[in-house]
């Protein structure tokens, strides 16, 4: 959990010990549905005791780069920065690029206003790109978190121009969870755009979350300096061997958005079977809406399920996908309880 510009700490999904707390006799093993992680991981390949014990070579880091270049379509290796989770890039933009002022395109993910609230950026959060108003920057999640929402390439492109007229112009599009959306959604081919970043998230597709694996796509000359700020070593051993291996798994993707669009199309039959309104979401989590949303939660709490509910939206609730015959079996009796 981190702390807010405020001193307030924010919320997160993936808390189990705080759940177990929350509900000390709910049933056992506890089912984690409040976060965007793929519940089936990519197997682990055997790795190396080299990755372990060595501090990572170079060639390694820019092999890691050079694969993650062709999976995104990124035209060349240099416009890649592989970083420990996408998180610090997030925390790093603001300090590296210190920009007058941004707008948020919210409700969406609360680190990124926070942190240009940290640097001493003015933040817009506005819930429309025509509201953006003079904003030096843009942040956009697309797919949205925690909604899905969706912005047309076309539309990101022609704002990213527009913002490139500016002098430190910046446009920040988190694709966390692009990859299993389909083809035709990002704006990685876009680069070398001078103002555009694009934010690419290791963990959630391939649900291996612990690794803390993430990227930074750039032009070569903004990737460079996001490099630097980074430093040496930046990325772990065992990162970079499983890393390497699963984004040049093509077929592993292709397979997995298929099962992961089929789960969520379930999910969906599921949520409103129990009466919960589905709002949106992606192919990892949806978002729906119920008038009784802080009953439900802690019904499913007391039930052994843990999902993501929000503040300042009392009647969402979110739900990733369940692993398993018997934990979508869990699922369907606590709602329907």
């Not at 032009?219 to 070593?233: I, K």
Request: with cysteine.
């Amino acid at each position: 959990m981190s702390i807010s510009s405020t001193g307030k700490a924010i919320a997160h999904g993936g808390r189990l010990t705080e759940a177990r707390r929350r509900f000390p006799g709910a049933p056992e093993p506890f089912i984690d549905l409040s976060t965007g992680i793929n519940p089936i991981p990519y197997s682990l390949p055997a790795l190396s005791r080299e990755c372990f014990t060595r501090l990572p070579e170079p060639e390694s880091v820019d092999r890691l780069q050079c694969v993650a270049a062709a999976t995104y379509g990124v035209a060349e290796p240099a416009m890649i920065v592989a970083a420990p989770g996408t998180q610090i890039l997030i925390d790093l933009l603001p300090r590296l690029w210190r920009l007058p002022s941004i707008a948020v395109l919210a409700p969406t993910y609360t680190e990124y206003a926070h942190a240009w609230k940290r640097a001493g950026c003015r933040v817009d959060e506005v819930t429309d790109l025509a509201a953006m108003g003079d904003a030096d920057g843009v942040v956009v999640c697309n797919p949205n978190n925690p909604d899905g929402r969706k912005i047309a390439r076309g539309e990101l492109l022609a704002l990213a121009d527009r913002l490139s007229t500016k002098p430190d112009g910046l446009l920040v599009v988190d694709e966390a969870f692009a990859d299993l959306e389909g083809d035709g959604l990002s704006m990685a081919a876009a680069l070398p755009h001078p103002s555009l970043v694009v934010l690419r998230s290791f963990g959630k597709t391939y649900g291996l979350a612990g690794l803390r694996l993430g990227f930074a796509l750039a032009s070569a000359t903004r990737a460079s300096e996001v490099r630097t700020a980074l430093g040496p070593w930046a990325v772990s051993g065992p990162a970079i061997e499983a890393g390497s291996k699963a984004l040049a798994d093509r077929a592993w993707l292709t397979r997995t958005r298929a099962q992961m669009a089929e789960a969520a199309a379930m999910l969906d039959q599921v949520l409103e079977g129990a009466g919960l309104r589905v709002l949106g979401g992606t192919s990892l989590f949806r978002l729906a809406v119920c008038e009784q949303a802080p009953a439900v939660f802690d019904n499913l709490g007391r039930a052994g399920i843990f999902v993501r509910r929000f503040a300042e939206h009392p009647n969402w609730l979110r739900f990733g996908l369940p692993a398993g015959a018997h934990a979508w079996q869990r699922l369907r009796a606590a709602l329907a309880s």
